[in-house]
């Protein structure tokens, strides 16, 4: 019974790393991606999808969610997730992201993480250290009389900014590449 176990173990680790190196990529990349992220791939819940991305840390970075839908653009986009990556050699997850609405899906470009809503845009960046920062936020808030103002923040500082800067910064959310999550290699291939 034991040689039974050991051998649909040995089958069931084969084929997660197969998995593994077709999601992440090919060649040398694919194999650092399954070294650094395998084991914490590997203990995703049956409901878990997930996907590396290549931001502006100097490592890449997993993203895992368990909600998904079809925006029209990719197949598995999300409006939330769960960020992981490697701190003094283990993998942690340093937090969460979230838009709001399905009209807003995570995005990420070399400069950070996206999410969106009607009224508002946030960057967070990845850092070395392994911490995940809120890089840029820039807000449309409306007066009583339904004039609009515009902010930005960076940091501890908060400017004013002009309609025109506020659809500016809110384009590098919609030029940003749309996260699509998935299950597995099959999943990606499609």
Do not use: W
Not at 121 to 136: D, H, N, P
């Amino acid at each position: 019974m034991k040689i039974k176990y050991k051998a649909q173990k040995a089958v069931s680790c084969f084929l997660l790393c197969a998995i593994i190196f077709s999601v992440c990529a090919c060649g040398e990349e694919g194999k650092d991606n399954a070294a650094l992220y395998g084991e914490t791939i590997g203990g995703l819940q049956d409901d878990e999808l997930f996907v590396i991305i290549e931001t502006n840390a100097p490592l890449p970075v997993l993203l895992v969610t368990s909600h998904v839908y079809d925006d029209g653009t990719v197949k598995q986009a999300a409006i939330d997730c769960d960020v992981y990556y490697p701190i003094d050699g283990e993998v942690k997850n340093i937090g969460r992201v979230e838009s709001m609405g399905t009209a807003y899906p995570v995005s990420y470009d070399e400069t950070g993480i996206y999410t969106a809503s009607g009224h508002a845009m946030q960057r967070y960046e990845v850092e070395k250290s392994g911490t995940i920062e809120l890089a840029e936020v820039i807000n449309e808030q409306f007066d009583e009389n339904g004039n609009a103002a515009y902010t930005m923040e960076k940091g501890d500082e908060t400017e004013t900014i002009s309609e025109e800067e506020y659809y500016d910064v809110f384009g590098k959310y919609k030029n940003a590449t749309v996260v699509s999550f998935a299950y597995g290699a099959s999943d990606a291939a499609g």
